[in-house]
């Protein structure tokens, strides 16, 4: 079912709560309920629900706080359940299919995750060369997803690999010669590696699997004979950690406030917290009216944060429904860890964690993503109805480019389809006598245009991201422009 956020859906939304509602002033010439003179005010609260409102909002605005923390705890979960460790790796070894329920993933290439923990001390990251045997593109971020350094073929060594050091909070001790310090103020974060297919042919996957497992995770202090890897395929695991809006989310809020320093800028939060019964180094254990209202708290997040999505931003491309993957300000300020005192862009961050993952140091260097929810008409995306995306010629790309539907509601690849995208990987994809190419999105394969379909779900309303792996100058330039969605 489609999540179509306009007025009417957000107010059914937003939840019935066990409390009074805030008095709100009459429109002008608007009668007065009988007996209440002009000017008349509602007698205030008691302290009982005085205490409630409090505890609705302030766990509304830690929801939105603290997203992208629980979006990193709820993969670091499916991490353990799969049998991962932290400073081990995680791998797929197939390109992503369903069963890898995270929030928009790339199931064009493969994909090599460490949950890192820095308490035993520094932790080293050794990146291959990029050779004939594979490249990959890399990000290493901290807990709250704000980037350390992008690695890799198109990161800060640009494919001559390095030993990157990631240092616990305030330890700065020096290093031999060779290693690169990549300071982290949180204990735990992680590296999300993309092993590059120059196809889905099975030899070009298992070469790229290969290339993959020479990442190496090892402690700094057994940089001098580092023990071999340990890897864990999680290709079979149903891996979902996509938002959960309900009171579950602060039992994720809580893992991180129990093992993680408080970040400067976030101190605010700890009052807010501990009027939820949240507070370092004691239980978190609500009594069932909190998690009520917990509960309802979440429904609005959902409701809020699921109407700014909807509204949008600037679109990429002018006069189209292709926009970047994140709003302009959020990203200016992410990539530098908000280092502007005058702006932390709290609400447009929370939305940016509800349908995807991972923070990019050189977004636009090593890849560059679009988001489209609409067809040309400004309609939603249906998955019982047919459409065509036309990519024109000469994509402005070093690597590669690809399109991929995700559930509308969930962000996650639609479940039980048998695959999720296309891309400049696929050579068997017809192409049209000018070069472009007709992406199919519907419930059936159309006649003899299987391999450009891309198929959905007849029940459920579904999106798009438009990846760019390498883009060229003419892609910011807007040179190349791509269409949108259009239906029939």
């Known amino acids: 079912m489609t999540f179509a956020f306009s007025r009417r859906a957000v107010s059914a939304l937003l939840p019935t709560l066990p409390l009074a509602a805030a008095a709100q002033p009459a429109a002008p010439g608007a009668a007065l309920p009988s007996g209440q003179a002009s000017g008349a005010t509602t007698p205030p609260a008691g302290p009982a629900k005085l205490a409630e409102r409090a505890r609705y909002r302030r766990a509304v605005e830690a929801a939105i706080w603290g997203m992208p923390a629980v979006n990193y705890d709820l993969m670091r979960q499916e991490m353990l359940k799969a049998g991962g460790a932290e400073n081990q790796i995680i791998y797929w070894g197939r390109p992503l299919d369903w069963r890898n329920q995270t929030l928009t993933p790339n199931p064009d290439t493969l994909y090599f995750m460490s949950f890192f923990d820095l308490r035993p001390g520094p932790l080293v990251i050794e990146v291959p060369p990029g050779d004939a045997g594979g490249s990959l593109n890399g990000n290493i971020v901290n807990l709250w997803q704000m980037p350390l350094e992008d690695v890799g073929l198109l990161g800060v060594d640009r494919g001559a690999g390095g030993r990157f050091v990631l240092l616990p909070p305030g330890q700065a001790e020096p290093l031999p010669a060779g290693y690169t310090a990549l300071p982290c103020d949180t204990l735990g974060g992680y590296a999300l590696f993309r092993a590059n297919l120059a196809s889905h042919g099975e030899e070009d996957v298992q070469r790229s699997l290969a290339y993959g497992r020479r990442v190496r995770i ?19 695991a149903v891996f979902d ?20 320093p408080w970040l400067p800028r976030d101190r605010l939060m700890i009052n807010t917290l501990r009027s939820l019964g949240m507070e370092r180094g004691k239980p978190f254990n609500p009594d069932a009216p909190t998690r009520a209202i917990l509960d309802a708290a979440m429904r609005e997040v959902h409701a809020y944060l699921g109407a700014m999505y909807e509204k949008g931003w600037e679109p990429f491309f002018a006069n189209t429904q292709w926009r970047p993957a994140a709003d302009a300000e959020f990203v200016k300020l992410q990539v530098t860890n908000y280092s502007d005192t005058e702006a932390y862009p709290s609400d447009l961050r929370g939305l940016a964690y509800t349908y995807g993952y991972i923070g990019l140091k050189r977004l636009g260097v090593g890849q560059f993503y679009l988001i489209a929810i609409h067809d040309k008409d ?46 400049s990987q696929v050579a068997e994809m017809a192409r049209n006598a000018d070069g472009s190419i007709d992406i199919l999105f519907g419930p059936s394969a159309p006649s003899g ?23 060229k100058p003419e892609f910011f330039q807007k040179r190349w422009v791509l269409p949108d969605m259009e239906r029939g």
């Not at 090892?218 to 023990?227: C, V, W």
């Not at 007849?458 to 883009?471: D, H, N, S, W």
């Open 378 to 423: 400004g309609e939603a995306l249906e998955g019982g109805q047919t459409y065509r995306l036309r990519v024109p010629p000469n994509v402005p790309v070093e690597q590669y480019w690809s399109v991929t539907a995700y559930d509308r509601e969930s962000h996650a690849l639609i479940r039980d389809m048998p695959r999720a995208s296309r891309s």
């Open 449 to 471: 245009r299987e391999a450009n379909w891309i198929p959905t779900d007849p029940r459920r309303g579904f999106e798009l991201m438009f990846r760019v792996y390498g883009p």
């Open 241 to 260: 950690s996509t938002i959960r809006y309900d009171a579950s989310f602060f039992d994720n809020l809580n893992r991180i406030v129990q093992a993680e």
């Open 218 to 236: 090892y402690p700094l202090a057994q940089a001098a004979n580092p023990p071999p890897n340990a890897l864990v395929d999680a290709k079979d």
